[in-house]
């Protein structure tokens, strides 16, 4: 074996290598170029939603075994989401008033005027079924 071909058999592999992390390049930015669409407030809120499970997570593992929130239950949810909100948004509005459907009328959990988005949000518990949450 030459020289030559050893080199130009190195180069085919390094070849293949970068066309494969072109490639994986390529379906990372297709899969999330959604997500990176900041001028968007679904995107924004849905990115929220997203990474909310690992930010509360994250909020019981703290430096020194320091107080911490713990999420209970839904008031520690909306006061966490809330602070994630802030992040994007100047204008949150809680316990907002929605127009009424069939004569009742219910309450959002925030809404975020300028963008036209209303926010719901419930956390689950032993009993708390599909109909339930609903109502």
């Known amino acids: 074996m030459t020289y030559s071909s050893i080199f130009n058999k190195g180069l085919g592999v390094f070849s293949d ?11 990372f930015d297709h899969n999330n170029a959604s997500r990176s669409d900041y001028s968007n407030p679904v995107k924004k809120v849905e990115l929220i939603c997203d990474k909310f499970p690992q930010v509360a997570r994250q909020m019981r593992s703290r430096y020194g075994n320091r107080a911490t929130l713990e999420v209970n239950d839904e008031y520690d949810v909306q006061d966490l989401f809330h602070s994630l909100l802030s992040i994007y948004f100047d204008d949150i ?8 459907h069939a004569g009742s009328n219910s309450r959002a959990d925030f809404l975020l005027k300028p963008e036209r988005t209303i926010i719901e949000i ?9 109909k339930k949450v609903g109502q």
């Open 122 to 130: 419930k956390k689950t518990r032993e009993g708390l079924n599909t």
């Open 17 to 27: 290598v970068e066309k494969e992390f072109q490639n994986t390049k390529n379906d």
């Open 93 to 100: 509005r809680r316990e907002e008033s929605n127009p009424s």
